[in-house]
C-alpha cells in the first residue's frame, strides 16, 4: 500500500540543476515542502517525504494533494518519472493505517517504483495482440525477459496515475492474456547474518575474561548498561570499560587474543582446528571421498565477494556487479563485508582456512543496496547462464515480510529447470537460501519458504537450535553456525576492511579472517558448499534428487522428536526448527556415490577393528582395497605433516616415518590385509597418533603406471590415523611411564655459572646406550617447528654440526666446552634419547620428552655471576635429516 507522503523522482540526467528547472509550484514542493531522505545511486531516485503546510491542504487531505503533486511532476520537464512510495504490509494488516514515519528496518518497510513493470503473456497470445495492448497505453517494450516464454519488460509512459506502472501492471493482468504482470518495485537488501562487527556476546567475553556470565552482566549494569542474557551482544566501548575494571589493562584488546583464537601462525592451515563447523557438519569425513571438483561451480550472491583474497584469488571462475555492471563482484561500499564472509564458508581454498569444498570454484555476485525485482530475476537467469552448479543466499526480505513476486518466482524456476546442463539435459540448480535470524516463521518469508529452493536453519555448536533461526514448515535443514558457545571462523575482507579490522581477537593480526560470523547467513553456504561436494562425486544428480540426498542423510538433533508428515512423500520424520535435521556431509556424498549407481573405484585403506590400538598388542592391520590397481606401499607417520614431502621431508627419520625412503626399501605389496611390521611397531608404538596413508599402481615398473596416493602430500593434515594408548588408557606413549628411562639433575638448584658443569643421573630401564640434549629454551626441542633456530650457543648436542656423544654410564656430567658455551642462560632444559644399542634404527628408542611436548621439559635454573661474552648466533650449517635420533 501506499506509504503517506512518500514519493520518488528520477530527473532527467542530462539536466543540470534539476530542481531549478521546475515550476514554482513544483519547486516549492521539492525544496519547501518536502525532505529528502535518500538516494538510491542504481536507479537515479531521490526519496522525499512530504510535510505540507495546513494553509496548502484547501480542505484536502495530505495524501489527496500528494498524489496531485506528484502527477503534476510527472509532467514536468526536467523529470523523467515521479512515483508514489509504498509499505510492505502484510496482508492481513493493510486495513490498519501506516505512518509514512514507519521503521525503515520494520515490517513496514518502503518500497519504491520505476517506470517499468515485467508482463508474462500467455505462450497462445500473438505478437499483434501484445502491439495492441502497448499501443493503447502508449507501452514501449524495453526487452525480453528470457526467463519465460513471451515475457517483456515494459515502461509505462507515467511513474504514477492511471498510466503509472502499478496502475499498468493490473490493467494488464485484469485483460485474462497474461501469466504475471508486476511493477518493477525497488527494495532494500538485508543480509541474514546475526553478526555485528566488533559486538561480542557476553558469553565470549566471560569466557575471555574468567568470568561468569552473571559476573559480566552485573559488571556492565555497573557501567549503566543493562542487557538481558549471555547472549545479548555488548558494543566496543562496553568491552573497553569491562576490560579498563581489569586491573586497567584497556589496551587489552589488540594485545591478548581471545579464549581459543589463535593468533598468527605460519602453516599453510593456521585455522583449521577453528573451524569446529566442519567437523560438526562430517565435512572432513566427506574429504576423504572429494574436496569438490574445480568444474562445480558455486555462486554466492550476496554484497560482494574480495575475490583478490588468498582463499579466492585461484579459484574464481566468474564475477559480476550488478549495481555497477560490471565484471567486478568485490566489495564496493565500506559495509559490503557478508559476502566475503559467506564464501569462506562454502569455497575458502585452504591457505588458512577452508571451506566446505575448497576445489570446487567460486562465482562472486554482488547484489546492489538496492534493487528492483526486474533486475532481481534477470541476475538469476544471467547467473544460471554463466554456469553455476548451485546458488547460495544469504539475503532476503526485512523480518520474513515479502511476498516472491511472480517474475522472480519464475527466474528462479528457470534456474530450476534450465540451469546445470550435463550431456545435454538441464539438472536443476539447487539453491540454498538462508531462513533468517528473526525468530519468526519462514512461512512468512516468500523467498526462503518457495518450494524450490532449499531453506536452511541454524543450528549450534551443542547441535541446539540457534536462538534467532528461524522456523516452520518451509525449513528443510539445520547447518552448524553461531548462538552456542561457538561462532563461525571464516574468511573476511583483507586488512582494515571487513569486520575484523586487524586484531586475533577478532581473527587474524592482518585482519584477512574474522572468528564470529554467524546466522543463517552461514548457514546456507555451508550447505551449498556441501552440495558442491555431492555433484563433485555426480554431475548428473538432479535438483529434486539433491533435496532428498539432503533430507535423508540428515541428522536428528535438538532431543526433539521429529515426525513424519502423511503428505510427505520422502516419509522422513521432520521438525520445524530443524527440518530433516543437521547437514551431514560424508552421509550425503556417500549417497550421492550410490544413487548414481556408479561406484568409487579409487584404491583405499582403512585400519582394520577399532581406531585405537594398544601399545602392548600386536601391531596394527590394515584393510586395503586395491580398485584398479596391483602393488602398494603403506607409509605411517608419528605426525601427519611427514607426509607433506617438499615442506616436511627433512624432518623424517626412522623415529617418525615408515618407509623412510632415503634408509630403506619400500615392501610392496599385494594383499587386502596388510600388518605393520613388528621392528616397525617396536620403533614407533610411543607416538599418541601413527597417521597412515597408501600408495599404489599397476605395477612396479618405472613410473609407477597408474599411481595414487590415498592422502595427497598438500592434503597432509587429512591423513587418518590410530590412535595409540597404553593398557591402562592414560594416552601417554610409553616412554612418561615412570618404567621408563629417566634423567634427574644431581644437587640443588640453582646451578652455579661459576660451579662445576651440572651433573645428571641416568635411569636406562631396558636400554643401553643414551644421548643428553640440553637447550636454553623449551621450544628448541620441537624440531619440526624450531629446529631451524638451534645454533652452539642455544643448543647440545647440535645434531647438524657435532656428533652426538654416545654415553652408558648412570651419571651424565655435561661437557666443559658445553657448559661454557650455554651458561649464560637463566635456565637450561635437558631431555634424554635412549636405545638398545646404536644400530640402524636405534632398536628400543626412547625419549624423556617429545618435540610435542618441549613446553613441558624439564630444567635447572642457573645463578651466580654471567661471564660478559660477544657471541655470534649461527645457525646449523647441514641439513638435520641425516643425524638421528629425531623424536616425534
Sequence with gaps: MRADGVYVVRYDRNSRNASEELSTRAQRFVNEDSEELEYI?????????????????????????????????????????????????????????????????????????????????????????????????????????GYVDNGYLLQAPKGDGDFGPVALANTYFE????????????????????????????????????????????????????????????????????????????????????????????????????????????????????KGDPSIRIAIIDDGVDTLHPEFVHNTYWEYDYDEFTSDGRPKLSVDNHGTSCAGVAVAAGEKVYGVAPDCSLMAVRYPPHMGVAAEAEMFREVCDEGADVISCSWGPSKGRYTLTDNVRFAI?????????????????????????????????GYASYESVIAVAASTSEDTHAWYSEYGDAIWVAAPSNGG?????????????????????????????????????????????????????????????????????????????????????????????????????????????????????????????????????????????????????????????????????????????????????????????????????DRLEETDELYYRMHSAESTAAGWPGYHVTTADTDSEFAPALTVTDTEGNGRPASDTSTGPSIEPIGTEPFDREGETPQFSVDLGPNAVYVVEVATRAELFDDANHGGERSLENFYPVWATESPDYQTASTYALPAHVWERLEEADELYYRMHSAESTAAGWPGYHVTTHDADAENAPSVTLAGRAPRRDRTIRGPERDRRHHLPMSG
Aim: hydrophobic share 35%; net charge negative; aromatic share 8%.
Design 41 to 145: 545511486d542504481n536507479y537515479r531516485l531521490k526519496v522525499y517525504k512530504a510535510n505540507l503546510k495546513q494553509s496548502n491542504l484547501v480542505g484536502e487531505t495530505e495524501n489527496e494533494v500528494v498524489n496531485e503533486l506528484i502527477a503534476e511532476l510527472n509532467d514536468e520537464k526536467p523529470v523523467e518519472f515521479a512515483s508514489a512510495a509504498y509499505r510492505n504490509v502484510p496482508e492481513d494488516k493493510k486495513d490498519r493505517s501506516v505512518s509514512s514515519d514507519a521503521d525503515d528496518e520494520g515490517e513496514y518497510e518502503l518500497m519504491f517504483v520505476t517506470n517499468e513493470f515485467v508482463v508474462a503473456f500467455h505462450p497462445n497470445i500473438p505478437t499483434d495482440r501484445i502491439e495492441e495492448l502497448n499501443e493503447k497505453y502508449d507501452v514501449t517494450i524495453v526487452k525480453e525477459l
Design 413 to 445: 524456476d528457470y534456474c530450476l529447470n534450465q540451469g546445470r546442463v550435463v550431456d545435454g539435459e538441464a539438472r536443476g540448480i539447487p539453491i540454498t537460501w538462508a531462513a533468517g535470524n528473526d525468530d519468526e516463521s519462514v512461512d512468512t518469508d
Design 175 to 290: 485483460t485474462g492474456d497474461v501469466l504475471f504482470a508486476t511493477p518493477d518495485f525497488v527494495r532494500k537488501r538485508h543480509i541474514r547474518s546475526s553478526t555485528t562487527a566488533r559486538k561480542r556476546r557476553v558469553y565470549r567475553i566471560a569466557d575471555e575474561m574468567g568470568l561468569s556470565n552473571a559476573d559480566v552482566i552485573d559488571r556492565l549494569a555497573e557501567h549503566g548498561i543493562y542487557i538481558k542474557n549471555n547472549l545479548s551482544t555488548v558494543d566496543e566501548e562496553a568491552y573497553r570499560a569491562l576490560l579498563a575494571d581489569e586491573d586497567g589493562r584497556a589496551d587489552r584488546l589488540a594485545a591478548t587474543p581471545k579464549s581459543g583464537v589463535p593468533g598468527e601462525r605460519v602453516s599453510r592451515s593456521t585455522y583449521l582446528d577453528e573451524q569446529w563447523h566442519l567437523d560438526k557438519a562430517n565435512v572432513r569425513d566427506a574429504w576423504g571421498l572429494t
Design 485 to 681: 558457545q561457538r561462532a563461525i571462523f571464516t574468511t573476511d575482507r583483507q586488512g582494515s576492511d571487513g569486520y575484523n579490522t586487524g586484531s586475533t581477537a577478532d581473527g587474524d593480526a592482518v585482519g584477512n579472517y574474522f572468528n564470529d560470523f554467524g546466522g543463517t547467513s552461514s548457514a546456507a553456504p555451508l550447505v551449498a558448499g556441501v552440495i558442491g561436494l555431492m555433484l563433485s562425486v555426480d554431475p548428473e544428480l538432479r535438483q529434486p534428487d539433491v533435496k532428498e540426498i539432503l533430507a535423508k542423510t540428515a541428522a536428528q538433533i535438538g532431543g526433539v522428536s521429529y515426525a513424519v508428515d502423511p503428505d510427505d512423500p520422502l516419509g522422513v520424520p521432520r521438525h520445524p526448527e530443524f527440518g530433516y535435521g543437521r547437514i551431514d556431509a560424508r552421509g550425503a556424498v556417500e549417497e550421492s556415490i550410490g544413487g548414481s549407481g556408479v561406484e568409487s573405484t579409487e584404491p583405499s585403506i582403512e585400519s582394520i577393528g577399532s581406531a585405537t590400538v594398544d601399545r602392548g598388542d600386536s601391531p596394527p592391520q590394515f584393510s586395503v582395497d586395491l580398485g584398479p590397481n596391483a602393488v602398494y606401499v603403506v607409509e605411517v607417520a608419528t605426525r601427519a605433516e611427514l607426509f607433506d614431502d617438499a615442506n616436511h621431508g627433512g624432518e623424517r627419520s626412522l623415529e617418525n616415518f615408515y618407509p623412510v625412503w632415503a634408509t630403506e626399501s619400500p615392501d610392496y605389496q599385494t594383499a587386502s590385509t596388510y600388518a605393520l611390521p613388528a621392528h616397525v611397531w
